[in-house]
Nanobody, 123 residues
Framework: QVQLVESGGELVQAGGSLRLSCAASGRSFSRYAMGWFRQAPGKEREFVAAITWTNTTLYANSVKGRFTISRDNAKNTVSLQMKSLKPEDTAVYYC?????????????????WGQGTQVTISS
């Protein structure tokens, strides 16, 4: 079992940067694939980025080149560095964990979720 707690969400102007963090508790964190998803009001929760325990990464096309996912297995944390933020990036961002070495984009493949952190980008 893994518990996840996100932090770092705030109100930022368009073009700005923000770093989200996710702290994980539980054993074997390093063997989990970790992901970030987001959900805007009235929309489905969508994939943003994922990383395997060997640091292989996946990104949604909408954030590729602007967002960077990373992890620190010694500290049980995963981060999402976001730059060149746009108003359409506004959403609640969720950290998710998957007890597998493979990172995937499918929401249902991640059994563990945090409570989310609000990111608001003003134009």
């Amino acid at each position: 079992q893994v518990q996840l707690v996100e932090s770092g969400g705030e109100l930022v102007q368009a073009g700005g940067s923000l770093r989200l963090s996710c702290a994980a508790s539980g054993r074997s964190f390093s063997r989990y694939a970790m992901g970030w998803f987001r959900q805007a009001p009235g929309k489905e929760r969508e994939f943003v980025a994922a990383i395997t325990w060997t640091n292989t990464t996946l990104y949604a096309n909408s954030v590729k080149g602007r967002f960077t996912i990373s992890r620190d297995n010694a500290k049980n944390t995963v981060s999402l560095q976001m730059k060149s933020l746009k108003p359409e990036d506004t959403a609640v961002y969720y950290c998710a964990a998957r007890p597998d070495t493979v990172a995937v984009t499918t929401r249902n493949a991640y059994p563990y979720w945090g409570q989310g952190t609000q990111v608001t980008i003003s134009s």
